[in-house]
């Protein structure tokens, strides 16, 4: 039996799948903010190791090199690299370093800025394998992925976390932890235009939890105010970011209030779509494939671009119905085990890439 867990380390959580024989039978997020220093990280593994098992093969990507506890992007790298190959073994772990494939563990310095944030080029490369081409839309907890698949490659214009502002590829807006001053400076409130307070009052959580959109586990931070994670509370939060009390209004305009901050994400999620499309990769048939906690925004946004729409979840094989949902979340995990393990099955991997084409 082919098995290799997979690994996506981020500044916010852990995220692990199991793969075996091509088919996820295993999945796990965890929170592991990594602003509070390693401890959380290293507590993260041991939860997940418990889930998911051992294996005789692991591989990892990452974005968690970003966090300021780090002196540098590179030094990130190695340091999660190290907690890595200490809570799962040097000798079965190899790292995702995008154009160079997987490196052992001991190679990491070399390939530091191609392992840093790569973990949005391992599910495209995955799925572009897969489907061909599309827009491949990963939306989540902070960050949205809009990445050109043409050809079966991966045809983005950027790479690095840089390149990839530049070129509307990453967006860093998503469905938990932006603050809600990052998604627009104001909103309609009963007729009037309100500029928000300069604060970190709420976020795109309570927008989605006050939408009922909000996915079941996928807030696994703390609130802004510390305080629970309902409806009212919510409101309450968001009131404050108009200089408000939850009261001052019926819940149906704070809706209309949640629904405006919704609006203003999609916005400008679907003007960096529209950026990526107009480097023509992409048939006007060419579907949405969409990813993360946020498939759903997903699929609103290719509602908008008026494209075909296909869930990941639809492309990924899984032991049960249950683990569906919960493998597109961790798409990165996945992909980054269905690479390694067709590497192990001795498939003919992926040759490096042209940055024009394929970064």
């Known amino acids: ?3 290799v867990i997979g690994w996506d380390i981020g500044g916010a959580h852990l995220k692990g799948v199991r793969i075996e024989n091509g088919v996820v039978t295993r999945a796990i997020q965890l929170p592991s903010p ?10 993260a593994f041991s939860k997940a190791n418990r889930v998911l098992g051992t294996a005789p093969r692991h591989a990892a990507t990452m974005t968690g090199e970003l966090a300021d506890i780090f002196a540098s992007r590179a030094d990130g790298v190695e340091e999660l690299a190290r907690v890595a190959a200490a809570n799962l073994d040097a000798d079965k772990l190899m790292i995702y370093a995008g154009p160079s494939g997987f490196v052992r563990v001991d190679r990491v310095s070399e390939h530091a800025g191609e392992i840093a944030s790569a973990n949005w080029h391992a599910s495209a490369r995955w799925v572009a394998q897969k489907l061909g081409g599309g827009l491949f839309v990963d939306m989540g ?7 050109a698949l043409a050809n079966g ?16 590829e990453l967006v860093y807006t998503g469905m938990v932890r932006s603050f809600l001053m990052s998604i627009a400076a104001r909103v309609a409130f009963r ?17 989605y939890r006050i939408l009922g959109e909000l996915p079941s586990g996928a807030d696994q931070q703390a609130t802004a105010d510390g ?10 939060r968001l009131a404050r970011m108009l200089g408000l009390d939850a009261q001052d209004a019926p819940k149906e305009v704070w809706a209309d209030v949640a629904l405006a901050f919704r609006e203003a994400q999609l916005r400008t999620l679907h003007d960096a779509a529209m950026l990526v499309l107009s480097r023509h ?20 946004l290719a509602a908008r671009l008026q494209r075909p729409f296909i869930p990941l979840s639809r492309i990924l094989v ?9 493998a597109c979340d961790c798409a990165p995990a996945a992909a980054v085990a269905l690479l390694a393990e067709t590497q192990s099955r001795g498939v003919a991997r992926p040759g490096s890439p042209k940055r024009s084409s394929e970064p």
């Open 191 to 207: 007729g009037r235009s309100m500029p928000l307070m300069n604060e970190y009052f709420a976020n795109m959580a309570d927008v």
């Open 34 to 43: 990594l602003w509070q220093g390693l401890d959380s990280l290293n507590v």
């Open 153 to 168: 490659k991966v045809g983005a214009y950027g790479y690095t976390d840089a390149e990839r502002l530049e070129t509307g």
């Open 318 to 326: 899984t032991a049960s119905p249950s683990l569906r949902r919960l």
């Open 227 to 236: 305080r629970e994670k309902t409806i009212e509370a919510s409101r309450a």
């Open 1 to 3: 039996m082919s098995t």
């Open 141 to 147: 907890s902070t960050t949205t992925d809009l990445v």
């Open 281 to 300: 990769l992409l048939s006007r048939e060419a579907p949405v494939i969409g990813a993360g906690i946020g498939v759903k925004i997903a699929r609103a």
